[in-house]
């Protein structure tokens, strides 16, 4: 295997911490992955764009229009026509988006709690700005 490259480590880091979502946040709420991810970026920037969104999360514009699509279907987010630009519309969650974005979240928290336990506030922090300093660098390398 491909164990000492980093690339693979976070894909495994990244697919192993999103499979409980399914059973504790999926399954009950109709919602998926994307989805949600779509719903935490609008829920805590409201009145984002499209564009911002699949900036922030670093998923495409299909897979972001997707998810859209599917909070729309579910009544669970609206699109209000940007007034500085007509091609673009700002997206809001709907009370009933808000309601499974604050359990969402909280059942994110848990899971990042129990992700981090082991480790302390110092290492979490280096994590934080490593992390940070490599998406910047993919950006850069990508842009």
Aim: hydrophobic residues 40%.
């Amino acid at each position: 295997m491909h164990d000492d490259l980093l690339i693979f480590k976070l894909v495994r880091v990244v697919n192993l911490t999103a499979r409980p979502f399914e059973q504790r946040v999926g399954k009950p709420h109709q919602l998926t992955l994307n989805e949600w991810r779509v719903m935490a970026l609008v829920g805590a920037q409201p009145g984002c764009n499209a564009s911002q969104v699949a900036e922030h999360s670093g998923l495409d514009k299909m897979a972001v229009s997707r998810a859209l699509a599917g909070l729309e279907s579910a009544k669970r987010l609206q699109r209000h026509e940007d007034p500085t630009d007509q091609r673009r519309s700002r997206l809001y969650l709907c009370a009933a988006g808000r309601e499974v974005y604050a359990v969402a979240l909280g059942r994110a928290r848990e899971r990042e709690a129990e992700l981090f336990a082991n480790m302390t506030t110092r290492e979490r922090e280096q994590l934080g700005a490593m992390l940070d300093k490599l998406v910047e660098s993919v950006l850069q390398s990508d842009g």
